[in-house]
């Protein structure tokens, strides 16, 4: 079946430092790559996405680019603030049947300053 | 535009009690979801459902039950309350593959 592996954390770095959390992918077909947000105490937002294969998605300065020949999508940021303090969970969705997506297990950032 | 609303945001139950998890939505879509998280882990599919009237379990779906008999709404039923079904729970939709989830903001479940 499908899976996503995330890298492990906890993930502290300092502010105005540069982010890469690994997100690695096993799926069939072509899924739907996404990376979610979830800040203490609130739900899971959608923070970026990518459909197909080369594609990137980008949003709040993070970036992650769907790399089919490595079956990954990895989310980079330039410079983390405090507030991008939250838990990162990478999340595929299949082109057929959509009740079956799947998630990583989330990986915790912390940013100190 | 609500999106995804949960109610209540919080509960204690009693061992043995049940209660029903209200969810609606207001966007249309056809999919929706049921996830649990416990502390410090990352969700795990309860329930889900590709439209009105249509429902499966997910990975874990002993102790609940759902029903979708419109659209918007999609309850989470839990019968007989144990302590392991204190947790986070939250419900999503969907409108299609490539737009991703819109998740609720959560209900805090604690069984004592």
């Known amino acids: 079946g499908d899976s996503v592996t995330q890298m492990e954390g906890p993930v502290t770095l300092s502010e105005e430092a540069f982010l890469t959390i690994n997100c690695t992918y096993t799926?069939?077909?072509?899924?739907?790559l996404f990376w979610y947000v979830q800040y203490p105490g609130e739900g899971l937002q959608l923070l970026l996405k990518?459909?197909?294969?080369?594609d990137k998605g980008s949003n709040k300065g993070f970036e992650a680019t769907y790399r089919k020949e490595t079956t990954s999508f990895h989310l980079e940021k330039g410079s983390v603030q405090v507030s991008d303090s939250a838990v990162y969970f990478c999340?595929?969705?299949?082109?057929?049947?959509?009740?079956?997506?799947?998630f990583g297990d989330g990986t915790t950032l912390t940013v100190k300053p | 535009n609500a999106g995804v609303t949960q109610t209540p945001k919080f509960r204690i139950l009693k061992i043995g009690q049940s209660m029903t998890l209200q969810c609606t939505q207001d966007m249309n879509h056809n999919y929706m979801y049921w996830y649990r998280q416990d502390p410090g882990m990352g969700l795990k599919l309860i329930y889900y459902s590709v439209g009105a009237g249509i429902t499966d379990k997910g990975e874990v779906p002993n102790g609940y039950n759902v029903s979708r008999s419109t659209t918007e709404d999609f309850p989470l039923r839990l019968e007989l309350a144990a302590p392991s079904q204190t947790s986070v729970y939250f419900c999503a939709s969907m409108g299609g593959a490539n737009y991703g989830y819109t998740f609720g903001s959560g209900t805090r479940l604690t069984v004592v």
């Open positions: 799926a069939t077909g072509y899924p739907s």
């Open positions: 990518a459909t197909k294969a080369d």
């Open positions: 999340a595929l969705s299949p082109n057929t049947n959509a009740g079956k997506s799947t």
